[in-house]
């Protein structure tokens, strides 16, 4: 998210459980290749035992997950899979997470929102694998580092492998916050290089081996918790070379686009395992003057990236895409604000499968607590139309892979809140709808394989699941 521009389900759990144990008991297997099954009968037991069951148990005390199963995430055509089955995702973003855990005063928080987000079914967040020369930095000046934050880092990861939630590493940052590009600059400054933009960290050859530097020790890094390189720990869902990358000085696209590929390139050669992504917010740019009627407004097509083409990029393995109609259309709440999300959303998984033919991940979405006439119910709306739009996409198949809130908070954390903060012990109609959503990804993903037949005609006890509200 641009900074400069920011102004629990206990029930579905069980329902998943149960779900699954009565599937396993009845002739049906998946999509309806065997035998008839009333799903209406289903749900009436299913709640029979939810009287009898504890309310204390999240998704990830359910799962039954061994470390033999705990394998990379790979990318399958349109699709994420782990060891064959699908993986779509329901994940969130907490970028502070390195920064909490170099303080012992504050690491607790850490555990505590693994914790939470696991007992609400959430298996993938997004966060800082960098602070440049800023507050508790990770990296203090090009390539000198403090072990003790880095030491905080492989805590962060080895904590996520015990709640089984798998994490995005973004490697540097557009803006200021963290330090990013504008720090990179001032480095070079420092050097004595000649140098007029931020932007220049997109061209500049020195600016450029600052960045492979970091990237290259953040990769070969050795976790001190779990004695993992991080380069074969398959906690690691993906590497993002940027967040949110823009390059406003070059609108044709081509400066940030040599970088991308130099860069997905570059990670690559070093670690050939782990998927990578871009980071972008998903404006379509001059390649694609035809989806330019999706951005959110005119300057969009004029900030340097371009979705299509950055996307085409060879070493990128997936699209990602933000959602924030409050930041870039009105920060007064308005049904336009549902409109344009599914319309944004649609056409980027359309381009997904039929340009790209990769995963798309929305990896932010929100709004904020801030914005004029924002109320909780407004919030709950948008998020379920997210999901809404995702699951039409997963039932056959699609390139919609799954969203990741922005921001998950512990409680105690409130003087970090931006205005998107999403605390679910306080939030019940909120974690309610997420909690829903995890439990059918998880149905999903449990009961499919890459040899699905997409796209049955009959409609089965599996699809009415995905999209049953009562439960």
């Known amino acids: ?30 999509f309806g290749l065997n035998g008839d099954w009333g799903f209406e009968s289903t749900v009436e037991e299913t709640q029979n035992h939810l009287s009898h069951a504890s309310t204390h148990h999240g998704i990830y005390d359910l799962q039954v997950r061994e470390d033999d199963d705990w394998q990379m995430v790979q990318k399958q055509g349109n699709q994420f899979v782990v060891n064959d089955q699908p993986f779509y995702v329901n994940g969130f973003n907490t970028y502070w997470l390195m920064v909490f855990a170099a303080d012992q005063s504050t690491r607790g928080k850490v555990s505590e929102l693994f914790h939470q987000a696991s007992s609400a079914g959430l298996t993938v967040c997004r966060t800082w694998a960098f602070n440049d020369g800023q507050w508790r930095a990770l990296q203090t000046s090009p390539s000198v580092y403090d072990e003790e934050v ?35 600059v001032k480095w070079g400054k420092a050097a004595g290089l000649n ?54 000085s070059d609108p044709s696209g081509d400066t940030l686009q040599s970088w991308i590929q130099e860069m997905a390139v570059y990670v690559k050669s070093i670690d050939a395992k782990h998927l990578v992504e871009i980071g972008l917010e998903g404006f379509y740019g001059p390649s694609a003057p035809d989806r330019a009627k999706f951005n959110p407004n005119s300057y969009a097509t004029q900030v340097g990236t371009d979705f299509i083409r950055n996307h085409q990029t060879l070493g990128v393995d997936f699209a990602s895409v933000h959602i924030y109609a409050d930041s870039w259309i009105s920060q007064t709440i308005s ?87 999403i605390v679910l012990s306080k939030s019940p109609s909120t974690s309610n709808i997420i909690s829903l959503h995890s439990t059918r990804i998880a149905t999903f993903n449990s009961f499919c394989s890459t040899k699905c037949k997409w796209g049955c005609k009959k409609k089965n006890p599996l699809e009415e699941f995905l999209y049953y509200d009562d439960l």
């Open 1 to 30: 998210m641009d900074y400069h521009k920011i102004t629990l389900g206990s029930k579905s759990f069980f329902s998943l459980v149960i779900f699954m144990i009565l599937i396993e008991n009845s002739s049906w297997t998946v």
């Open 150 to 184: 880095f030491k905080a880092l492989d805590f962060v990861i080895s904590e996520a492998k015990k709640y089984k939630i798998r994490l995005i590493l973004s490697l540097t940052n557009n803006w200021d916050a963290y330090g990013g590009k504008a720090q990179y």
């Open 195 to 248: 140098l007029t933009s931020d932007d220049e960290f997109f061209s500049h050859t020195t600016l450029k081996s600052y960045y492979k530097a970091h990237v290259k020790t953040v990769l070969n890094r050795v976790n001190t918790f779990t004695n993992l390189t991080y380069k074969n720990d398959p906690t690691i869902f993906a590497w993002e070379l940027m967040n949110e990358p823009r390059c406003t």
């Open 335 to 421: 049904d336009a604000h549902l409109q344009f999300t599914k319309s944004w959303m649609e056409a980027h998984i359309e381009d997904a499968e039929k340009y790209l033919r990769m995963p798309v991940l929305f990896t932010e979405f929100g709004v904020s607590a801030k914005d004029t006439g924002y109320n909780t119910s407004f919030r709950d709306t948008l998020i379920s139309s997210v999901y809404k739009t995702l699951l039409n996409s997963t039932k056959k198949g699609g390139s919609g892979a799954g969203s990741l809130l922005w921001q998950l908070f512990p409680d105690g954390t409130d003087y970090m809140n931006d205005g998107y903060a």
